[in-house]
Nanobody, 118 residues
Framework: QVQLVESGGGLVQPGGSLKLSCAAS????????MGWYRQAPGKQRELVAS???????NYADSVKGRFTISRDNAKNSVYLQMNSLKPEDTAVYHC????????????WGQGTQVTVSS
């Protein structure tokens, strides 16, 4: 069974930084497009950042210049470095793995809570 396990969330003050990690197992990680999504209370889940198997990245406008997504295929892991955090970044952050050839082949992690508050 495919597993995506996120870590690195927590409570941070505005302007602070956090680095999220997502470790994948039981998939051919290197071929998957990976993404970070977030869902705040009462809001829909939204894409934060994504990275293709080739390393091409994409960011939501709200996080451009502050967040960086990266991947390490040798470790079957994807990361999200979050800097200059704002209260509006508060949400549960989920890791996603998407097979680029089979749309139905998509997997989600359980999520990690990020709270930005003074």
């Amino acid at each position: 069974q495919v597993q995506l396990v996120e870590s690195g969330g927590g409570l941070v003050q505005p302007g602070g930084s956090l680095k999220l990690s997502c470790a994948a197992s039981r998939i051919i990680f290197s071929i998957y497009n990976m993404g970070w999504y977030r869902q705040a209370p009462g809001k829909q889940r939204e894409l934060v950042a994504s990275i293709t198997s080739a390393g091409t990245t994409n960011y939501a406008d709200s996080v451009k210049g502050r967040f960086t997504i990266s991947r390490d295929n040798a470790k079957n892991s994807v990361y999200l470095q979050m800097n200059s955090l704002k209260p509006e970044d508060t949400a549960v952050y989920h890791c996603n793995a998407q097979d680029p050839f089979i749309k139905a082949s998509t997997f989600w992690g359980q999520g990690t809570q990020v709270t930005v508050s003074s």
